[in-house]
């Protein structure tokens, strides 16, 4: 795919994110009935309504790419094997934080090219702020706005600040990171906004060490490794998509390296 038309791409997915997330945000200022998936986690009818629309959106622009998706891999189970190039899509990342109404989750669409992350659309209706990842350049945009550049912090030597979850984060987590690294602080926030968080230079550090799928990380992935960030398994190795059961080891998100 060339520049321009990565970049075109990009632009398209912002305007199917915020798509998404208008029709979620018409179900989350109603009542609405919370379901569970087999594995307990919660739904909504927002969580399958957004991705009706992205899934819609995805087979008229890249008609030709392959799409793994949060809801429907849960209906049809997760593919046996993932293609060289795919779409992955996380259409309400933060379901809890939905239902609590506090406004932390997030619309998620990656494109994977080789086990990487390589573009990236994070977007949270709530405040109508877009996340993008591409090729080395991250920014962000409110509403329909001319997109602001973005950059990872170099992690501070007098201690980092760090992204826990609103909804998973534990003890255990936290104080495992902090005898590991020197943590100055902590930011709290829900869904893929931890990664964003990084990416603009709000916080240094986001580990986890708990259970994740591929389509809660892709994206926010993408937008913080563009933003000059890293994420990275417990053992230093690069965090890859396309994995078997499409589950992820534990992890953690970086900032800039320091020189």
């Given at each position: 795919m060339s520049?321009?038309?990565?970049?075109?791409?990009?632009?398209?997915?912002?305007?199917?994110?915020?798509?998404?997330?208008?029709?979620i945000l018409d179900i989350y200022n109603r009542d609405f009935e919370t379901l569970r998936k087999a594995d307990r986690s919660p739904v909504t009818e927002a969580d399958t309504a957004a991705e009706a629309v992205i899934l819609e959106a995805l087979a008229r622009l890249a008609p030709d790419v392959p799409v793994v998706a949060e809801e429907q891999s849960a209906k049809d189970g997760v593919p046996v094997s993932a293609p060289k190039r795919f779409f992955l899509v996380d259409p309400l990342d933060g379901t809890k934080e939905f239902i609590a109404r506090n406004g932390e989750f997030t619309v998620n669409i990656a494109l994977i090219e080789d086990g990487r992350p390589v573009l990236g659309i994070v977007y949270l209706p709530a405040t109508d702020a877009c996340y993008a990842g591409l090729g080395g350049k991250a920014e962000r945009r409110i509403g329909t706005g001319t997109p602001e550049a973005i950059t990872a912090r170099t992690m501070p030597a007098e201690g980092l600040t760090m992204a826990i979850s609103r909804s998973h984060a534990n003890a255990g987590e936290i104080e495992r990171a902090k005898e590991r690294f020197n943590i100055a602080g902590t930011i709290v926030a829900g869904s893929s906004l931890k990664f964003c968080r990084i990416a603009e230079g709000v916080a240094d550090l986001y580990p986890r060490f708990g259970n994740t799928m591929e389509w809660d990380t892709a994206a926010g992935q993408a937008v913080l490794e563009a933003a000059g960030g890293r994420v990275e398994t417990t053992e230093g190795a690069a965090l890859g998509y396309g994995k078997v059961g499409f589950r992820n080891p534990h992890f953690i998100a970086y900032g800039r390296a320091r020189a």
């Amino acid at each position: 795919m060339s520049d321009k038309s990565s970049i075109a791409l990009k632009d398209e997915l912002v305007a199917v994110a915020r798509k998404a997330g208008a029709v979620i945000l018409d179900i989350y200022n109603r009542d609405f009935e919370t379901l569970r998936k087999a594995d307990r986690s919660p739904v909504t009818e927002a969580d399958t309504a957004a991705e009706a629309v992205i899934l819609e959106a995805l087979a008229r622009l890249a008609p030709d790419v392959p799409v793994v998706a949060e809801e429907q891999s849960a209906k049809d189970g997760v593919p046996v094997s993932a293609p060289k190039r795919f779409f992955l899509v996380d259409p309400l990342d933060g379901t809890k934080e939905f239902i609590a109404r506090n406004g932390e989750f997030t619309v998620n669409i990656a494109l994977i090219e080789d086990g990487r992350p390589v573009l990236g659309i994070v977007y949270l209706p709530a405040t109508d702020a877009c996340y993008a990842g591409l090729g080395g350049k991250a920014e962000r945009r409110i509403g329909t706005g001319t997109p602001e550049a973005i950059t990872a912090r170099t992690m501070p030597a007098e201690g980092l600040t760090m992204a826990i979850s609103r909804s998973h984060a534990n003890a255990g987590e936290i104080e495992r990171a902090k005898e590991r690294f020197n943590i100055a602080g902590t930011i709290v926030a829900g869904s893929s906004l931890k990664f964003c968080r990084i990416a603009e230079g709000v916080a240094d550090l986001y580990p986890r060490f708990g259970n994740t799928m591929e389509w809660d990380t892709a994206a926010g992935q993408a937008v913080l490794e563009a933003a000059g960030g890293r994420v990275e398994t417990t053992e230093g190795a690069a965090l890859g998509y396309g994995k078997v059961g499409f589950r992820n080891p534990h992890f953690i998100a970086y900032g800039r390296a320091r020189a």
